[in-house]
């Protein structure tokens, strides 16, 4: 996902506090994912978002991500994590089941010709209701909306363990890999969050 940072980027060698990982990019070039039935028995439905509350994007973010390390956007100034979500290339889009946040997607149209999937998890309450399957396909059919040449996302071996072969049973191709690190949060960071109001 679009947290990490590989070393060739950073060039230095990560910290005694940050976390190794591999990166694995994945591409799908032509729309071969096939429609996926929502589960009967869940009460699940999306919502987009026309640039949400700073406070609102964290506290999705950190709900969904805490658990695999997604740490870059919850460092961010108000300023900056704005810049990053208050334009017209990305678009978030939440999951709601039984009328509350249970996951949310994250679509980047920034580059011409290829629309990246940059953020893309449920939280934790609704794991093994079997929503992972419908929910990407979601993600996946607002990727293809624009009509770009390809459409991508990465993930890691921080990530949850299904990720990589749900993405690849979904229709996307590995096409390279790459060392990465992550800082997790510390434990001060945590504290100001709290008492900021965003989790």
Known sequence: MSWLKTLRSTGAAPDEASLEATITYLRMEENTAKPV???????????????????YYRYLYYQVGIHWNWESRLR??????????????????????????????????AKPGSTD?????????????GLGQWFLSQAIAACWSNKPNEITVNTCTLDHPAALPLYQKMGFAPYRTAKGNVRP???MEKAALVMGGSI
Do not use: W
């Not at 039935?37 to 406070?55: C, I, M, T, Y």
């Not at 017209?88 to 149209?109: H, K, Q, S, W």
């Open 185 to 187: 949060l510390s434990d």
């Open 117 to 129: 999937l940059a953020y893309f998890g449920t939280m934790p309450h609704v794991h093994g209701m």
């Open 76 to 109: 961010l100034t108000d300023a900056e994590l704005a810049r990053c979500i208050h334009v017209d290339t990305c678009e978030i889009t939440v999951l709601y089941v039984d009328g509350a946040p249970a996951g949310f997607f994250e679509v980047n149209r």
């Open 37 to 55: 039935s929502k589960p009967n028995d869940v009460d699940a439905g999306l919502q987009r978002l026309n640039k949400p509350p700073l406070h």
